[in-house]
């Protein structure tokens, strides 16, 4: 369905109408020339509901509907405890799948499951208990080869 500008009333009718309604901000002249209490319609009172940021947990309402932070600053930082935790985590779990009999004799999984603990530990320390990674449905949501699972192979009768 193409997106199409419509008046106020054209608008709730095709919202109530289940249509998806895109609007097009007026220009610059248009917007100094409206008067002072016309609100302009746009898509963002769909989302425009307060959240809280996932670094400092600050209310905010967001610009875009998958905005997760409250300003560069928190995702920055939020992007960076990730990739300080990550590289660790990641050498050993690496260990933990391709090199199993090192990694079980230096008890990896014990280890990571330390970390994960000294991680949630240092959370509630200092970000007032808020989770500091991303659900897994959502990860794997972006990564839909994850999800998918290897078939049998079919062997083929001898000739």
């Known amino acids: 369905m193409a997106a199409r500008a419509t008046s106020g009333r054209d608008a709730s009718v095709a919202r109530a109408a289940g249509e998806g309604v895109r609007m097009a901000l007026p220009s610059a002249t248009n917007r100094l020339n409206a008067s002072p209490g016309k609100a302009v319609e746009t898509d963002r009172r769909e989302f425009a509901h307060e959240r809280a940021c ?3 947990g600050t209310p905010f309402t967001p610009r875009k509907s998958d ?3 409250c300003a560069a600053g928190c995702r920055q930082s939020w992007n960076n405890r990730r990739l300080q935790r990550g590289a660790e985590v990641y050498d050993l779990l690496m260990a933990l799948r391709w090199d199993r009999a090192v990694a079980t004799g230096l008890h990896v999984f014990t280890a990571l499951s330390r970390m994960a603990a000294g991680f949630r530990r240092q959370d509630i320390a200092e970000r007032d208990g808020r989770r500091s990674w991303t659900p897994p ?3 794997i949501a972006r990564k839909p080869h994850l999800r ?3 078939l049998a192979q079919v062997r083929k009768p001898a000739s």
Request: charged share 15%; net charge negative.
């Open 54 to 56: 996932l670094e400092c």
């Open 67 to 69: 905005a997760e932070f």
């Open 137 to 139: 449905a959502a990860v």
């Open 148 to 150: 998918a699972q290897a």
